[in-house]
């Protein structure tokens, strides 16, 4: 686990702010905020450099892309042994149709977000790339009918107070 940064109230601010629309200049940002350009441009790059800020995305519309069925695969792999999950991920990583990767705990080992043209795209996907690999015990397929993105991602309240104080701690 790496150890949380400290954040204080501005930087919160710029995070939220961000995470709404990465492409802000620093000039509307610091506005918003309420702090000079200078600041802000500071700010950004201590996140940056200590890791909270890990980068920008281009988003884009599956649908749009032709890919507008998504589900997410649920993949139980036997033996669970290093030497056989390390290509597995490293394939299921290259697939155009893969969009996230999640290794977990409990029954199943992966779960897999797919996006996919239609059905049988899916069944293709499904018998091609999974269940014919040697080491896939079992795929569980669920469509995804619709998704929603959520709020911006901020630390827990226990992180950003100081003790008993209420108050945001500053950036160290």
Known sequence: MTDPIALDTVDLHILRLLQNDARTTYRDLAAEV???????LDRVARMR?????LG???RLDPARMGRGLEALLSVQVRPHRRELIGPFV?????????RAL????????YLVH???ADTADLQRLVLDEFTSRREVARVETRLIFQQWECGPLLPPAATTAGPGTGQASEPG
Do not use: K, M, N, Y
Request: proline share 9%; net charge negative.
């Open 90 to 98: 490293d394939r299921i990583r290259t697939l155009p149709e893969s």
């Open 114 to 116: 797919v996006a996919v």
């Open 34 to 40: 309420g702090v000079a350009p200078s600041t802000c």
């Open 102 to 109: 999640f290794h977990l705990t409990g029954p199943d080992d």
């Open 49 to 53: 450099r200590t890791g909270v800020i």
């Open 56 to 58: 920008h995305q281009l």
